[in-house]
């Protein structure tokens, strides 16, 4: 609810990307249940691209798994991830697509931004 009542009263954080500004918005439960489903789509990536003739069963096993905590953030800490992880935070405040966001972070900005992130989610779960 916390999260809920924060977009209402328009908490977040400025941030810009390529000369435009966007705000941030602090993570939603719903949020937090998409990082596990990209957590557990990228598993089933990695587990296709070792074994290219998994079978159904297989690949459902795989999904069955709830990622943890280690998992979830080994995955958002690459470039896609972080990609993943800013559509999250800029969602709720501007219309923006995943694509859009994969043009704005490269290997120029993607440790000022991954800095700026982590010291948002900080400061959000602490507020």
Partial sequence: ????????????QKITIKGKEYTLSPLTVADYGEMSAYAK???????????????VKQKIEIL?????????????????????Q???HL?????IMLGEVSELIDHKNFKAIRDTIEI????????
Avoid at 41 to 55: C, Y
Wanted: proline share 3%.
């Fill in 1 to 12: 609810m916390g999260n809920d009542i924060d977009k209402l009263a328009g908490v977040g």
């Fill in 41 to 55: 789509a990228t598993r089933l990536k990695i587990f296709s691209m070792e074994n290219p003739n998994l079978t």
């Fill in 64 to 84: 069955s798994e709830h990622p943890n905590e280690a998992e979830i953030n080994g995955c958002l800490s690459d470039i896609s991830g972080l990609i993943f």
């Fill in 86 to 88: 800013v559509w999250l």
């Fill in 91 to 95: 969602r709720h405040h501007q219309t």
């Fill in 120 to 127: 948002f989610e900080n400061e959000s779960k602490n507020a």
